[in-house]
């Protein structure tokens, strides 16, 4: 009884999502952020992609002149404008939704984001840290917001090619990741790196639930889709796809690392319940919760 209360909720929320209204001003939802801790995350954040840059030869954050791309910024600038304030010469940010914090929240997180960096890096940004949104969105300056604009979709949008692109758990909801990187491919310039965390485990709460931790594994892909296709819900494709993926688009050095993994013990219990379009999944495939995948375009 509880699961079908459960699949009609999500049902119901999908249906409304569906709405052109609800989807053009879904985003915002951050009106009174909690600034400390958007910052908190987003310094770890921007420590995350230096940590994963040096493998792919940017020993210092340096990033004179390159061009960089952040896929799916959520309610904030604050990556392309850390990028923007050690030597980027263009940043852009492209998500399915739009999503950027209301006035005056936007220009207050980028204030504070940038205040305790050094006077030089400060100053790069300091005029483009007190702009609204929709400056961003004209794309004149060196920092541009494309959004509604689906990943798939942004190579068509954009203009010239990247150097560095980006994502911290956004390509778990790409809809086709097979298109997904081949879009990337096509964003990209020769030599270009790129940098992703990808979260693959049940989002939301785990306990009292069918399966615990492979949760989402336990609903048909007809039945998902009727409850996420409209929401941009995990796209709940194995860790070895996207690394499959990203091989098979062109990409050279292309490594995907476990960043989290669920116990062993845990994946045993619960695999038995999950839907049979899984059954032919290996132990990994379940027990991967989060990777980074990095790669350089030849």
């Known amino acids: 009884m509880v699961e079908v209360l459960t699949i009609t909720r999500e049902i119901v929320k999908n249906y409304v999502m569906h709405s052109e209204l609800v989807r053009r001003h879904r985003g915002s939802r951050s009106a009174a952020p909690d600034l400390a801790k958007g910052i908190e995350a987003a310094r770890r954040t921007a420590q995350f992609y230096q940590t994963h840059l040096r493998r792919l030869g940017y020993a210092e954050p340096r990033f004179d002149g390159k061009r960089?791309?952040?896929?799916?910024?959520?309610?904030?600038?604050?990556?392309?404008?850390?990028?923007?304030?050690?030597?980027?010469?263009f940043a852009a940010a492209v998500d399915r939704y739009p999503?950027?914090?209301r006035p005056p929240g936007l220009a207050e997180f980028h204030q504070r984001w940038i205040q305790d960096w050094p006077a030089e890096a400060r100053e790069h940004v300091a005029s483009l840290a007190q702009q609204p949104a929709p400056a961003f969105q004209t794309r004149t300056g060196p920092l541009h917001y494309c959004a509604p604009l689906c990943i798939e979709h942004a190579a068509e949008a954009l203009p010239g090619k990247f150097d560095i692109v980006l994502s911290?758990?956004?390509?778990?909801?790409?809809t086709d990741v097979d298109a997904t990187f081949h879009a990337l491919y096509a964003l990209m310039g020769p030599g270009a790196v790129m940098v992703h965390r990808i979260h693959h485990g049940t989002h939301g709460r785990v306990d009292g639930v069918?399966?615990?931790?492979?949760?989402q594994y336990t609903y048909s892909r007809r039945v998902w889709r009727m409850m996420y296709?409209?929401?941009?819900?995990?796209?709940?494709?194995?860790?070895?796809?996207?690394?499959?993926?990203?091989?098979?688009?062109?990409?050279?050095?292309?490594?995907?690392?476990?960043?989290?993994?669920?116990?062993?013990?845990?994946?045993e219990q619960n695999r038995a319940l999950v839907h049979p379009s899984f059954a032919g999944w290996s132990h990994d495939d379940f027990a991967v919760h989060s990777s980074v995948l990095v790669a350089r375009r030849p």
């Open 168 to 174: 911290f758990n956004v390509l778990g909801y790409v």
């Open 99 to 101: 999503d950027l914090m």
């Open 68 to 89: 960089v791309l952040e896929v799916g910024p959520g309610s904030h600038l604050g990556i392309p404008l850390w990028f923007l304030a050690h030597g980027a010469a």
């Open 229 to 267: 296709s409209n929401r941009g819900g995990p796209n709940r494709e194995p860790a070895s796809a996207y690394l499959k993926a990203c091989r098979a688009a062109g990409f050279a050095d292309a490594a995907l690392d476990a960043v989290q993994r669920l116990p062993d013990e845990v994946v």
């Open 210 to 215: 069918r399966a615990g931790w492979l949760h």
